[in-house]
């Protein structure tokens, strides 16, 4: 057992520390792809990337709105998530893109490049590991499972 306890609001700053995550969509055949992303963490226990229609991982999303995530893996930590992924609009799209952007600036440009659509995660599920110390591994409820 962890020698300190592992609660939600502690695995959400470690998140948000992050930059970078793997994702993972299911593809034509239930064949697995992952691909690289950006991402920014919302207050309201989101996540948000960009991405262009054109690719695998948003045609996927689009027939299987399941995801995984993992994010985290240097320093020997890590967390994996799985949950269900949408493509916001109206207000929601706006408040998603105030965080993404406040995150990545240079995301603005992005936004320029045609089919550029955004993707919200909202997780269901997710597991913290530090494998710094034995075993650390908490599994946690999500406000997106209660839902």
């Given at each position: 057992m962890p020698d300190r306890p592992v609660d939600v609001g502690a695995v959400w700053k470690f998140i948000q520390r992050h930059r970078l995550a793997v994702v993972s969509t299911v593809a034509p055949g239930r064949?697995?792809?992952?691909?690289?992303?950006?991402?920014?963490?919302?207050?309201?226990g989101e996540?948000?990337?960009?991405?262009?229609?054109?690719?695998?991982?948003?045609?996927?999303?689009?027939r299987n709105p399941a995801i995984a995530v993992v994010i985290g893996w240097d320093k020997l930590v890590t967390v994996q998530m799985e949950g269900i992924a949408d493509e916001p609009r109206g207000a929601e799209l706006r408040r998603l893109k105030r965080e993404y952007f406040r995150r990545f600036?240079?995301?603005?440009?992005?936004?320029?490049?045609?089919?550029?659509?955004?993707?919200r995660v909202r997780p269901t599920w997710a597991r913290y590991s530090d494998f710094n110390r034995p075993g650390t591994?908490?599994?946690?409820?999500?406000?997106?499972?209660?839902?």
């Open positions: 064949k697995p792809e992952a691909a690289a992303v950006l991402f920014a963490a919302t207050p309201r996540l948000v990337f960009d991405t262009l229609v054109t690719s695998r991982k948003y045609q996927n999303l689009r600036p240079d995301g603005r440009e992005r936004e320029r490049q045609a089919g550029t659509t955004y993707v591994i908490v599994e946690l409820d999500l406000p997106a499972k209660r839902r």
